[in-house]
Every structure is written in structure tokens, then in C-alpha cells.
């Protein structure tokens, strides 16, 4: 019987070349428990950056509001990670917002704000650098 339960954690008859089953599963709930953590963390994100962007009446419109999705590049354990849909090329009325230079810096300047709020209440030691949406107008 010990000889069974001790293979389960490696002590005998392991040959080393894969991790035993037991192993293999604590560190499969690891990484999955850090991958939870950043998808938390991603969330905080997109909440914060759909908050930023309905400031714009575009935005308030338009919000199609968030989701998740399995998308690899989506899938990363080391920060958070977002896609934003800012509009569709297809749909002839955000087509026109979307080739719009103000529209393109006043959309950077609030997702640029959301990821400076996200920092500032996340580390302690980052200075934030708020830019005011009169900007897109320079």
C-alpha cells in the first residue's frame, strides 16, 4: 500500500521523465488559481476602461458592454489582458467616428486614463498622468 500511495508523489517508482499525478495536479490548480487571479485582474481593467470611455456619448451609445471569451491572446498569466471593440469598419455610422483623428486621440486619451487610474490604485509608488479629453482637440 505505501509503495502505491508513494508514487502518487514522486518518492518511488517515478521514472522523472513526467510529473506524477498528484504533482501534476497541484500544479495544474496553481496555474489555474493565477490564471483566475489575472482574469479578476482583467476584469478590473475592462471596468474601469468602459467606465472611462462613456464619458463620450459615442460610448454611451454604443457599449456593447464586457465579455470573456477564450481567445489565446487573452489567456496570459503574467497581467491582465483586454481586447477593446472601439467599433465596426462594416457599420457606416461608427465608420465615421472611427476615421475621425479626434475621435482616434480622444478614444486613446480615455482608455490611456483608465489604464493610469488602474496603476495608481493598484501601486502604490505609480504617479499618474491624467490627460484632460480637451486634448483630442489639439
Do not use: F, M, W, Y
Given at each position: 500500500v505505501?509503495?502505491?500511495?508513494?508514487?502518487?508523489?514522486?518518492?518511488?517508482?517515478?521514472?522523472?521523465?513526467?510529473?506524477?499525478?498528484?504533482?501534476?495536479?497541484?500544479?495544474?490548480?496553481?496555474?489555474?488559481?493565477?490564471?483566475e487571479s489575472w482574469q479578476y485582474e482583467s476584469y478590473v481593467v475592462c471596468t474601469r476602461i468602459m467606465n472611462s470611455l462613456q464619458q463620450h456619448p459615442y460610448f454611451r451609445a454604443y457599449a456593447r458592454g464586457i465579455k470573456s471569451a477564450n481567445f489565446v491572446v487573452l489567456k496570459n498569466f503574467y497581467m491582465p489582458a483586454v481586447l477593446i471593440e472601439i467599433g465596426f469598419i462594416t457599420n457606416s455610422d461608427e465608420l465615421r467616428y472611427l476615421i475621425n483623428p479626434k475621435f482616434q486621440k480622444l478614444t486613446a486619451i480615455l482608455i490611456y486614463n483608465a489604464i493610469n487610474e488602474y496603476f495608481s490604485q493598484t501601486d502604490p509608488t505609480f504617479q499618474p498622468d491624467r490627460k484632460p479629453m480637451g486634448a483630442a482637440l489639439e
Open positions: 505505501a509503495e502505491r500511495e508513494n508514487i502518487d508523489v514522486g518518492v518511488n517508482g517515478s521514472s522523472g521523465k513526467t510529473p506524477p499525478p498528484l504533482i501534476a495536479q497541484v500544479l495544474t490548480d496553481l496555474e489555474r488559481q493565477r490564471l
